[in-house]
Structure formats: C-alpha cells, structure tokens
DNA sequence: GTCTATAAGAAGATAGAC
DNA sequence: GTCTATCTTCTTATAGAC
C-alpha cells in the first residue's frame, strides 16, 4: 500500500462517509475532520463538494470496471473455459455464487459503492444507469453468456440463457440486500444461497426432463 | 375519496417528497408549500420534522400491513384454494407473477414506501427490520407457504419450498428495482417477467423429472 | 389554525495570513 | 497547502398577532 496524497484520502473518506450517509447528510466538516485537516484546505483540492463527490463515483467505477475486465477475462481463459466444457459440476456451481457474494459482501470498495449507489440511485439519470448496469445488466449480460455457452456445449438443459441467468443471479442479488443490511444473517443466507445453487444445478443438468 | 384534512395532507405531500428524495434533501418548506400553508403553520400539527416522518412512515405501515392481511385472505380462501388445488396451470403462474409485479409497480403508496425505505434503509435498525420485512422475509414466507402447500397436493414437483419462493420471487424482485430506476424498460421487463414464471413453471411443474 | 417576523444554528464557500 | 476568520444562505423552530 502506496501512502496516500491528501487528495486522495479525500475521496477515500469522503467515499466512505457518503455510502454511510448519503450526499446530503455529510457536511464538508465531517470530510475535512476524517482526513484530518480543516474544511477550508479542502477546497483546495476539490472547487467544491459536488466535486468531491464526482472524485468518488469516479474511483469507484474505475474500479468497478477493472474488476469485471478482470472477471471477463477469467470467464475466458483456456483453463476456466476447458473446466466449464468439461461439464458443470454442482460443486463448481457452488463455489461460483459464493465466490460472487462473497466478493460482493465484503470487499470495502465493492459495499462502499453499492450503498452508495443504493441510496443515491433516484438522484439522477446518471446514477441510476451505473447501479442498472453494475447491479442488473452487467451481471445478467456476463452470466447469460456463461449460460449460451453451457448449452451449446450440451452441459445444460435448452432454455433461454438470459433467464436462466435471472433465475440464477436474482436470488443471489436478493440474498446480498438482506445482508447489507443485517450482517448478522450471513450464515443463514449463506446457507440459502448454497441451498439456491444445488437446486438451480438439479433443475438444469442435462438429465433433467423439460416438458413443454 | 374524503377530503383530506391539513394533518392528512401532510402526510400525503410529505410521503411523496420523502419518497423522491430522502428525509434530509427535503426541508420542512418544501412540505408546506407542497400543501399550500406557510411553514410555521405545520407545526400546529406536528411537533417537528422528524414527527412528520415517523407519520409517515406509520401510515405507509399500516397501509402495507392492511394490504398483507387482505392478500393473505385471499390466498387462503376457498374458492382461491381450489383453484390452486386443481392443479396450477401456467397461465394462472404467470398471472401472479405479473399481478404481483403491477401492484408493486403502479400502486402509489407501494412505490412511495419502497421508494423511501430504499433511500433511507442504512439510517436506523427499524427502517432496516422494515425494508427487509417487506421485500424479502414476508414475501419468501407467504410464497413458501404456497409451495409447500402445492407440493403437498402433489401439484408441483417435491423441492425445498422456501428455495422455490426464492427462485420465484427474487427475479420479480430485481426486474421490480429495475422499472423503479427506468420506468420506460417496463414493457421488456414485463416480457422477461413472463418468460420466467413461464420457465419457472416448466421447471417446476410435476412430469419434469428430477435427478440429483 | 394560519399568518409574519425572527431567532438560532448549521452548512457551503471565500479571503487572506502564514 | 494549511490555517483562522468571516460571509452568506438555508433550515428548523418559536413568538405572538389575527
């Protein structure tokens, strides 16, 4: 870890604060005083706190997208592919939704920006369009393409991969709000999500009858 | 529809402009002149701020609880029953799923309580027990309760019913959120909502064989 | 119950010394 | 780049006339 420039551990605190709280409920006081200086040497760094604010969701969705270019590209690698094609075991299924809520739930940029995202979404137009694409698009898009691809390689049942990836996705999405907003459930979502993926697996292995 | 009171007005007005955007971006100003008297003049009937929020948010309350308690009936009636009973056709699937979606979706007082529990569910432990209640515990339970009970009948294929209700309910949950952010993507939406509950009752219904 | 006038304080932002 | 001092505006809330 780099030591941070003021400037940088502006938008870090103020990042933080804002996610807690919201735009409006954060003074520049509360900023300044977590940085550690006092309010006015923050304009300084920043014209205004609007600015501070455009600092933050920039970060954060530079961030977000390294992280899914980085995602993308496993999804692509010979290995994970050649381990899909090979057939989609239930524990692989498994592990692949609590690795993503596990990275979801407890990686601090990740919670950061969600409720952020979550309290700010009806703000504005741009808002609402990054906690669309993060949180529903994204996800959907990405995981509809693991699915086509399932089903072109015969490891899955026919069906309409996009909705499979609803099917699949929703739930975990669901799971993760009720989690942010009581840690102390954890393991019983958990626990759901495990129960979700097994039965998701059951419903679609090549094997099971579709009747329609 | 009775003429509303200053005090009812209030909470109307107050309800809708908490709703847009959060208990701190709206002043106490906007509220009176929203229901056309000078601010001072709230105070007559409210003693702060703050009481006006607690209002509002014990009207929404009630109103969603008064509205559970009417679903439930119905759910638990027995003409409802028996056409349960009688085994649960497709088409009678996807027209709960989209009878459900529109309530939440077009209801204004439902859009105004989600709007605002969604803003405000990080500030305070009852908004949270509220937020959660409502959108995922109480709806997984009664839809549980559904499962269970078709499964019982041998209507639908044995599963864990509460896993059921999580895989029918979150994808009507996510698209939800979606419409709320993007009021024009609702006519796609809804078409994805059908595909699912039609793909959720293939899945699901008895004659598709399960085999884990 | 509604109004006008106003108090009391918080918040965003600027000026200018160091 | 950081500070102190200050300005200005907004906001909640009260006092008191009608």
Known sequence: ?????????????????????????????EIAKAVGIKAPSLYKHYKNKQEIFDAVLT????????????????GRN????????????????VSLGKKLFDFFLHDDYAVNFRKLLTIEQFQDNELAAMYTKQYADDPLTYQGMLFALLIQAGVIRDGDPQIMALQFYAPIYLLLSICDRHPEREMEVVKMLEQHTRQFHALYQIGAEKND
Chains 1, 2 share one sequence.
Request: without cysteine; proline residues 0%.
């Open 1 to 29: 870890m780099m030591k941070q420039t003021t400037k940088e551990k502006i938008v870090t605190e103020a990042a933080r604060l804002f996610a807690q709280k919201g735009y409006g409920a954060v003074s520049v006081d």
């Open 59 to 74: 970060e954060m969705n530079t961030r977000y997208e390294k992280n899914m270019a980085a995602v993308q590209m496993d």
């Open 78 to 93: 010979s290995r994970a592919d050649a381990a899909l094609f090979d057939g989609l075991s239930e524990e692989q299924l």
